[in-house]
C-alpha cells in the first residue's frame, strides 16, 4: 500500500541543518504515534505511548482518602469496612468538623470513570463510596501546625483547599481508571559512510504522565532537550527545530508563553530568522518497488540518488520517470527484455503517481 504524508523540510538556523518528519506505521497496541525525524546526519525515533504498566494515582501520598464498595473490581484506598455502613457509623462516631466528605460516583461501560458527581446514564453507573479530607490535616500543609484557634480563624480557606484536594485526586483517578497515563520513547542513530549506528547521548525514555496535555507539554521539551544535545546548539535554535517536529505531531505541545513581553520578544526573534520550509508529500520507495526489485537495483547502479545521504533520498517521482523513460528507449535495442520490464514499471506504477503534482518517492525506504 502506497501511503503519502507531509513531508520535508528545511530550516536555517546558526547551525545550518535539514530536517525531515516522518509519521510511520504504529506498531503494538500501545502505541499513538511514530515519528521519524532526520536532522543532517542524525534519526530519531519517536515514539508516544500510552503507559503498558502505569501506577495508581492511589499509591501515592495522598491527602484524600477513597472509600470504595464494589463487587467486581477493587477501586480506591485500601480499608477495613465491611459494608458501606460501616464507613457511615465511623464517620458519625467522629467529630464531623474535621471533615469534608463527597460521595463518589463510577461509570462502567467499556472502561471505567469516576467523578464526585452523578453520571447521566443511570444503567451503567451508581455511587461507589465516598472520599474524605481530614480538614486538621489540610490546616497543617497550610500553616505548618494545627490547633483550635487557627482552624477556626481559617475554616474557609481550609475548606476551600480540601475541596481542590478532593477535586484534584479525583481527576487523577480518573485519568488512571480510563488508561490516560502516557510515555514516550526517543531513539537516536547517526548516518556515517551510508551506515547508521545507534547513538546512545539521543537516547531517553520516560512513562508515567497523567493526562494528554500534560504529556505533550513534557513531550516536547523531551524532544527540545534532545536536539540541543545532538546539535550543541542554544536553546532557541532547538526550540525553533522542535517547533517544526510539534507541528507534525499530535502529541507534542509548545510550552504555554507566560507573558505578553516573551510572546513579542519571541516573535520578533522569529521574524529576524531566515527560515526555508519545504513540504511535500512523499510515497516509500519500498512500497513504489514492491514488485519490481529489480527495478530499484538498476536505479543504485546508476546513482540516481545516495542511501543515507539526507540532500539525495527524495526524489521527484516525474524525474524518476523521465529518468527510466529515457534509459526503457535506449535498452530496448540492446537488451528488449530489461526495456521491457522497465516499461512494464512505468505503465503499471509511475504513470499514476505522476498525476500527483510535486509527489516524491523517499529512497531511504
Known amino acids: 500500500m502506497i501511503r503519502s504524508t507531509k513531508e520535508a523540510y528545511s530550516v536555517n538556523v546558526t547551525i545550518p541543518v535539514k530536517i525531515r518528519v516522518k509519521r510511520l506505521p504504529c506498531e503494538g497496541q500501545y502505541t499513538l504515534e511514530y515519528l521519524r525525524v532526520r536532522i543532517g546526519k542524525f534519526i530519531l525515533k519517536i515514539e508516544a505511548m500510552v503507559d503498558p504498566d502505569p501506577v495508581s494515582s492511589r499509591s501515592w501520598s495522598n491527602i484524600c482518602r477513597m472509600v470504595c464498595f464494589h463487587s467486581k473490581y477493587i477501586l480506591g484506598d485500601k480499608h477495613d469496612f465491611a459494608k458501606p455502613n460501616d464507613f457511615l457509623d465511623w464517620l458519625d462516631a467522629n467529630d464531623s468538623k474535621y471533615f469534608l466528605v463527597k460521595e463518589l460516583y ?114 516536547y521539551s523531551a524532544v527540545c532537550y534532545t536536539i540541543k544535545q545532538l546539535l550543541s546548539c542554544n536553546e532557541e535554535d532547538a526550540r525553533r527545530i522542535c517547533d517544526l517536529i510539534a507541528d507534525e505531531s499530535d502529541y507534542m505541545r509548545r510550552p504555554r508563553v507566560q507573558n505578553r513581553r516573551k510572546e513579542n520578544a519571541s516573535a520578533e526573534s522569529a521574524a529576524a530568522t531566515s527560515y526555508e520550509i519545504q513540504v511535500c508529500r512523499f510515497v ?64 503499471e506504477v509511475l504513470l499514476d503517481l505522476c498525476s500527483i503534482d510535486g509527489l516524491c518517492i523517499d529512497f531511504e525506504n
Open 106 to 219: 463510577i461509570y462502567n461501560h467499556s472502561g471505567l470513570a469516576i467523578s464526585t458527581g452523578p453520571f447521566s446514564d443511570p444503567w451503567d453507573s451508581g455511587q461507589v463510596g465516598w472520599i474524605y479530607v481530614d480538614l486538621r490535616e489540610v490546616c497543617k500543609e497550610l500553616f505548618g501546625t494545627f490547633s483550635e484557634e487557627t482552624f477556626e480563624n481559617n475554616r474557609a480557606k481550609i475548606v476551600e483547599q480540601a475541596k481542590k484536594c478532593i477535586r484534584g485526586e479525583v481527576e487523577e483517578y480518573d485519568m488512571y481508571l480510563q488508561g490516560e497515563v502516557y510515555g514516550y520513547s526517543i531513539d537516536c542513530y547517526k548516518s556515517m559512510n551510508g551506515t547508521r549506528k545507534r547513538y546512545e547521548k539521543g537516547f531517553d525514555s520516560c512513562f508515567g504522565f497523567y493526562g494528554r496535555d500534560y504529556f505533550r507539554q513534557e513531550l
Open 284 to 347: 516509500l520507495a519500498s512500497d513504489v518497488f514492491k514488485n519490481y526489485r529489480d527495478i530499484l537495483d538498476l536505479i543504485s547502479e546508476l546513482n540516481w540518488f545516495t542511501w543515507g545521504d539526507a540532500d539525495k533520498t527524495l526524489v521527484l517521482v516525474s524525474d524518476v520517470y523521465d529518468h527510466l523513460d529515457e534509459f526503457a528507449s535506449y535498452e530496448a535495442q540492446r537488451n528488449p527484455e530489461l526495456g521491457k520490464r522497465v516499461r512494464e514499471f512505468l505503465n
